[in-house]
Each structure stands twice: as C-alpha cells, then as structure tokens.
C-alpha cells in the first residue's frame, strides 16, 4: 500500500530553472493538496484540488502552477525559481473533506 | 480569515507523565480537526480527526477533544514515553470550504527517560 508518493526526495536548482514536483496517491482520493513548510511558519497550503480538473488557490500560490488531469496525480510546478522557495514540500490527499488527511514523505528543495 | 495557534511551542515532561497539548482557532465554523505527528525530517501522520459534531475521539493513549463553540481543541497523551518525542500540529478544514486546511506552527514535546 504505497499511499501517498512523492518525487524527488531532494533537489537543488538554480535560480531560474524550472521544475515538477511529483504527487501521486493510489487511494482513489478526491482531494488532493501542496503544503510548504518552513521553519517557525509551520505548514502553508499552496493550492489544492478537490477532484480531477478542478483546482483553487491557496495561501501562497504566487510562483507555483497546478493542474489536476487525473485522479491519481497532482504535480506541482515551479516557474521559474527563487531563493524564496527554498522549503520542505509536502502533498497530502483524502477521500473527501470529511476524512483524515494523508501525506507524502515530503520533497526538501533547495535554490540556490 | 482562519487562525490557528499552539501553545506552548514547547514541552519538556519526564517519562510517565500525563500532558495536554492545545490548539485554538478562531473561525469556530469548522468542518473537522485533525491532529498530526511530525517526526524530525519526516512527514506528517495522522493521528486523529474529530469532526466538528463531536465532542472527542480516542486511540490508545491519545485523546482529543473538541469545542467547537470556545475555539479550542486538547490532545492528552497519557502515561508519556520517549517514542513520543515528536511535534504535534493541529488542522482544521472549513465549513465553506473542507478542500482548505489552515495549520498551527505546532508544539514539539520532548519526553526525557
């Protein structure tokens, strides 16, 4: 039972590149959700999904595009990168809003 | 806007001891609660989720509590142990919106042996 799986582990780019964060659950979860983790600031929703094609905006969207084409998948991507987003990336997903979350080990990314 | 918040950000028990975590929030139009384990550079697991139309739920040594209309939520550990050196984060998802979760910074216990 693979649950929620996340790739890669760890990253290091530049800044300017672009780059996916990978996302998938083999659940059969509806909803689906990226989280940034920083210290002292606890976890941060980036965007979310609460089903194939569709997707909203969290609290911090600014520089991070999602699509959601299918149930099992939910990447994260990053336009261009920035120093900014040097963090701990954590996806999460559950049945419905009504059931416990579940997360992925996280991806550590860091942008030089 | 939802805002959740730990306190202490903190705790040092000795082994054996009974504690209580909070979190408390300040939108009391909540969905349901969800309390986590974060061990250090992991991820997060569950541990337990309380809807918004119950009063607790229990697992093992753990139990959470719930009121909803104080904006407050206790998680009791009882007769702690050093494998439960780890950070605790509280969630809460909305009524208008149970796709959003708002997160507390969380409270990292430490049980000494």
């Known amino acids: 039972n693979a649950g929620v799986t996340q790739t890669p582990k760890f990253q290091v780019l530049k800044t300017g590149q672009s780059m996916t964060l990978q996302c998938a659950q083999d659940?059969?979860?509806?909803?689906m959700s990226w989280y940034r983790q920083d210290p002292g600031m606890g976890l941060r929703l980036i965007h979310y999904?609460?089903?194939?094609?569709?997707?909203d905006q969290g609290e911090v969207p600014n520089g991070y595009n999602v699509s959601r084409s299918t149930t099992e998948d939910f990447p994260l991507r990053l336009l261009s990168a920035a120093p900014s987003q040097t963090s701990v990336y954590f996806c999460?997903?559950?049945?419905?809003?009504?059931?416990?979350?579940?997360f992925g080990d996280g991806t550590r990314l860091s942008i030089l | 806007k939802q805002e959740v918040t730990q306190i202490p950000a903190a705790l040092s028990v000795p082994e054996g001891e009974n504690l209580v975590l909070n979190c408390s929030f300040t939108?009391?139009?909540?969905?349901?609660l969800q309390w986590f384990r974060q061990d250090p550079g992991k991820g997060l697991t569950s541990l337990l989720l309380?809807?918004?139309?119950?009063r607790e739920q229990t697992s093992g040594r753990l139990n959470a509590s719930l009121d909803k209309s104080s904006g407050r939520s206790t998680l009791y550990i009882a007769a702690s142990q050093p494998g439960d050196s780890a950070t605790y984060l509280c969630?809460?998802?909305?009524?208008?919106?149970?796709?959003?979760?708002?997160f507390g910074d969380g409270t990292t216990l430490t049980v000494k042996p």
């Open positions: 999460a997903s559950s049945h419905t809003g009504a059931q416990p979350q579940h």
């Open positions: 659940m059969n979860h509806e909803y």
């Open positions: 999904s609460v089903g194939a094609g569709i997707t």
């Open positions: 939108d009391s139009a909540i969905y349901n």
């Open positions: 309380i809807q918004s139309s119950q």
């Open positions: 969630a809460v998802r909305r009524v208008t919106n149970a796709g959003k979760s708002t």
